[in-house]
């Protein structure tokens, strides 16, 4: 089987997993509406960014990037139980490419990630929520691409090391929460304590985060051109380390 075969086959597999499962799509788009609307509507009265900017059009950004993350990193998961069912022993042994192996999973994960992403960012389109142009609106579907890509292979990362679903959950748990709440989604990174302003700098979300609010109203912290080289240097670091370790997996 050739590479592309390889690569194919696996993609067409977490697609068709997740359109048999709809309930996966209606899940993933519950929580941004709720943060977006409770917290949205909680602070707006309380909060204005560089004077024009409300603070449902600031998190809106911090949001999607929410749901990307959550969704690509929990993409791992899906490698951990084909472990346990047996079928990523099969694919192993057979003689094909490991890195063909992970490119399928990771490209199929992206691939999901990025259709729950894009229903939550036409809703915000279609509410007049964000009104980008549209140079921006691709400048954000190339920040969303690398946001979900790099995070797929941290996930997949994880889970080449572990073997228990449940566990791999948990761990998951601890590294999402902390890079969510340290990316400048939910607060302007201008004014903060050096300790903090220095945790956010080093976070790779912040980049992606503050890329997609410039593209999305126009406002930013960092050049977008840094953000854009922040993450692709850190999905290309995490898709080598994760190619590593993938090959060093056990069948």
């Keep these: 089987m050739s590479i592309l075969t390889t690569v194919h086959t696996l993609w067409l597999r977490e697609m068709k997993r997740f359109l048999r499962n709809r309930s996966r799509l209606i899940g993933s788009i519950a929580l941004p509406l709720i943060f977006l609307g409770i917290l949205g509507t909680g602070f707006a009265g309380h909060f204005r960014y560089k004077g024009d900017v409300s603070y449902t059009e600031f998190i809106a950004p911090g949001i999607l990037a929410m749901q990307l993350l959550f969704s690509s990193m929990f993409g791992g998961l899906s490698v951990l139980w084909d472990k346990q069912f047996g079928f990523m ?140 080289g922040v993450l692709f240097g850190f999905w290309l670091l995490t898709s080598l380390v994760g190619a590593w370790l993938f090959e060093k997996m056990p069948a």
Aim: hydrophobic share 55%; proline share 6%.
């Design 89 to 228: 022993k099969e694919i192993l042994v057979a003689p094909v490419s490991r890195i063909a192996i992970m490119t399928g999973k990771t490209i199929g994960t992206v691939t999901t990630s990025m259709l729950k992403a894009l229903v939550f960012l036409v809703a915000m389109l279609a509410t007049g929520l964000v009104k980008p142009s549209f140079s921006g609106l691709l400048l954000t579907l190339a920040f969303m691409i690398l946001i979900s890509a790099a995070f797929v292979s941290l996930g997949i990362t994880f889970a080449a090391r572990m073997s228990d679903p449940q566990g791999f959950q948990l761990i998951m748990n601890f590294v999402i929460m902390p890079i969510f709440f340290l990316s400048g989604a939910l607060f302007p990174l201008e004014g903060l304590p050096v300790w903090l302003k220095a945790l956010t700098y080093v976070n790779p979300l912040t980049y992606g985060v503050d890329g997609m609010r410039y593209a999305l109203n126009g406002s930013a912290h960092f050049p977008p051109f840094l953000s854009l």
